[in-house]
């Protein structure tokens, strides 16, 4: 029980962060030799307006994570769910990085974050398989 906390709490302590105007870093050419790094949140359209989906799919599946950890108090049997979702969502922050070159301190964060919830659940999966067998 006290897993399923602290995976409601890391994933709203990931919202919070891609929440904040620093979680995606984009580079800008206004001339030849000249390079201005821009900084944005995860819900901004700019950073859609540019090609870059993947941050907000993050952002989306992360509130589709949140709400079925909280229905899932009640109803255990969303784990594998759960568990795709946040492998998609780490899978996404991943493509941003490589793909556009977003890397920033912020979304190590919430990739983090997405990392931690994922290894609580596999570690809830497996004891709920052994608590079954026996």
């Known amino acids: 029980m006290i897993k399923r906390y602290i995976s409601i709490f890391c994933i ?5 962060l891609m929440a904040t105007p620093l979680g995606i870093a984009m ?11 821009s900084y944005f949140s995860y ?5 859609i307006g540019y090609g870059n989906c993947f941050p907000l799919m993050t952002a989306l599946l992360s509130f589709v994570i949140l709400f079925i950890l909280v229905k899932r108090i009640r109803k255990p049997s969303m ?6 979702c946040v492998t998609i969502c780490i899978i996404f922050s991943l493509l941003s990085w490589i793909i ?35």
């Open 100 to 134: 556009f070159n977003t890397f920033t301190i912020i979304g190590a964060c919430v990739a983090s974050f997405h990392l931690i919830v994922l290894i609580f659940l596999k570690h809830q999966h497996a004891s709920n398989k052994i608590q079954s067998r026996d």
């Open 12 to 16: 709203i302590v990931s919202i919070v």
């Open 43 to 47: 819900f901004d359209l700019i950073v």
């Open 27 to 37: 580079t800008f050419a206004p001339g030849p030799t000249e390079r201005i790094t």
């Open 79 to 84: 784990g594998k769910v759960v568990e795709i």
